[in-house]
């Protein structure tokens, strides 16, 4: 019995550390003359379920998408950092054997992350790199409606990955870039 017992609790601690390594570590915009033009959009993320997320990426990445129901995030995070900041437990997670009690059909899925930002009409003819630091295990990336870069290409943890935006940029408007994280 206690083997089986613990058998469970690494088999939910695996899952859990996992999900806990779907670190957004920092997105970061470039234009051509770092570090003047460049843009760290750290703030005012959301995050969601893809449990609750029912339409495709190229919906979420559009202005306008619902996400007064979305978790505020900043990054660097992780979805239990974020649930964590979001008051959606009642109770410590390091406590104990609390750990256990964050498990769910959620967190077999996938995770959103979503921002929208502006870039003025005075950047318009720069070079615009989006880059991804950390993403644990792959994802889905879309920007304003286009898929960008699929879970073929963004795969592999904790790596850094380097994606050319210059074309779907859109100045003085508001764009939107949706991250759909798998394990």
Known sequence: R????????????KKTILLGLLILSVLTMFAQNPPDGTRILRDGWKMQSGLVVS????LVSQPGFAVS???DVSLPTTVIAGLLKNKHYSFDPFYGNNLEKIAGPEF?????FRKEFTVPATEKGKHFSLIL?????????????ELIAD???IVGPFREFELD???????????????????
Request: with cysteine; aromatic share 12%.
């Open 165 to 183: 935006i210059s074309k779907q940029v859109q100045f003085s408007r508001k764009n939107v870039v949706a991250i759909e994280i798998r394990r």
């Open 108 to 112: 077999d899925g996938a995770w959103w």
């Open 69 to 71: 129901t979305w978790y």
């Open 2 to 13: 206690c083997s089986s017992d613990l058998a469970l609790q690494l088999r939910t601690m």
């Open 151 to 153: 879970e073929k290409s």
């Open 55 to 58: 339409v495709p990426g190229k």
């Open 133 to 145: 630091h950390g993403i644990n295990y792959r994802a889905n990336v879309w920007l304003n409606g």
